[in-house]
């Protein structure tokens, strides 16, 4: 990784071409999920280190190899501190970061002032008041630099249990069992009642164990449905993502098609994919409805009637719309966007 970070770093700076590196889930990286030579020290890498163990832990920024000034990069307190913290910083070089300073003092200027002085008092403390000098904590300090680094560890502990739940789950639903009967090869005899008994697997679905971040993304292999000679692979995604939303599974996902940025890549592979975000429920909730995840796709891979695909669509709209706001409905979904 560090390699290739400098490669692609070298042909930036060959073809004198800025690198905007926008990471905002860089905190919440998954040791778990991550190749041991992929775990960087300061003294294996050769990197500066941070001062803090927790960031030198991490796969290293374009910052630290930036010599000619030409990375911006992004960072924001809304994916770890609350998902309506629209608050952020970049870090560059002067120059850069003052020409920025200029357009957003004719466009988008400041970020909300309400963001800002909460972040500001959890992490610098409050101010003291003049009125009124004991107001605030005794010390009058806040989290500090080393009290926000310890949160994000905490942090990224939690979500990395989370993900860890989800995937062991989700591990145990990607291949299906199909028994069957088959006649004995062995006994050619037309009267004959020797059977077989036939195990075959089938790939439901495929993911990758996430390396960071609050999401999995799941690949269906609709080419395995019983159905798909009959019924599309967009029209059985659909039918699947209603499927997920109603007893007993009440399961609300992301369709990968609401993330396809164009018309081609939503039509050719956009609907096969589904995002679920285990940071969205209870950490204690996240093995049941994973289990209930995989219960649906196992049983939607019984259906052979496509009447029922049928049905299931009718059911698309306002019906889903009211199922999403029951109480019982997991939300592994998470519409804020794309990121």
């Known amino acids: 990784m560090a390699g290739r970070r400098r490669e692609l770093y070298a042909l930036c700076s060959k073809y004198d071409v800025i690198i905007v590196e926008d990471d905002p889930y860089w905190y919440l990286q998954f040791p778990s999920s991550t190749n041991s030579e992929r775990v960087f020290t300061p003294q294996s890498s050769k990197w500066k280190s941070s001062g803090y163990d927790f960031l030198d832990s991490l796969v290293p920024s374009y910052i630290n190899i930036d010599t000619d000034g030409r990375v911006l990069r992004l960072d924001t307190f809304s994916k770890t501190v609350a998902p309506g913290c629209r608050l952020g910083w970049?870090?560059?070089q002067p120059d850069l970061i003052e020409r920025i300073l200029r357009l957003t003092e004719t466009s988008t200027q400041q970020p909300s002032g309400f963001v800002q002085s909460m972040i500001a008092e959890l992490i610098i403390g409050p101010q003291a008041d003049d009125v009124d000098p004991g107001k605030g904590p005794s010390n009058g300090k806040g989290w500090s630099t080393a009290g926000w680094v310890r949160w994000l560890e905490g942090l990224r502990g939690n979500y990395e249990r989370r993900m860890n739940d989800m995937?062991?789950?989700l591990d145990t639903g990607r291949e299906l069992l199909k028994v069957g009967r088959r006649s004995s090869l062995s006994n050619l005899?037309?009267?004959s009642d020797d059977e077989w008994a036939v195990?075959?697997?089938t790939t439901a679905y495929s993911f990758d164990w996430p390396v960071g971040g609050m999401f999995v993304w799941v690949k269906m292999h609709f080419e395995t449905h019983p159905l798909i000679n009959k019924v599309s692979g967009a029209r059985l995604s659909r039918a699947l993502w209603i499927f997920?939303?109603?007893k007993p599974y009440l399961v609300l996902v992301s369709p990968g098609l609401i993330f396809s940025p164009t018309d081609e890549i939503r039509n050719k592979d956009g609907y096969k994919f589904f995002r679920?975000?285990?940071a969205?429920?209870?950490?204690?909730e996240?093995?049941?409805i994973s289990h209930r995840f995989v219960d649906a796709v196992n049983d939607f891979w019984k259906i052979k009637s496509v009447k029922k695909i049928d049905d299931l669509l009718e059911e698309a709209g306002t019906s889903v719309e009211q199922r999403a706001g029951e109480a019982d409905m997991a939300k592994l979904a998470s519409f804020m966007g794309p990121c």
């Open 280 to 284: 969205a429920c209870d950490e204690k």
């Open 276 to 278: 679920l975000c285990f």
């Open 286 to 288: 996240i093995e049941p």
């Open 244 to 246: 997920w939303t109603i």
């Open 189 to 191: 005899s037309l009267d």
């Open 167 to 169: 995937c062991r789950v």
């Open 90 to 92: 970049i870090t560059g």
């Open 199 to 201: 195990v075959q697997t």
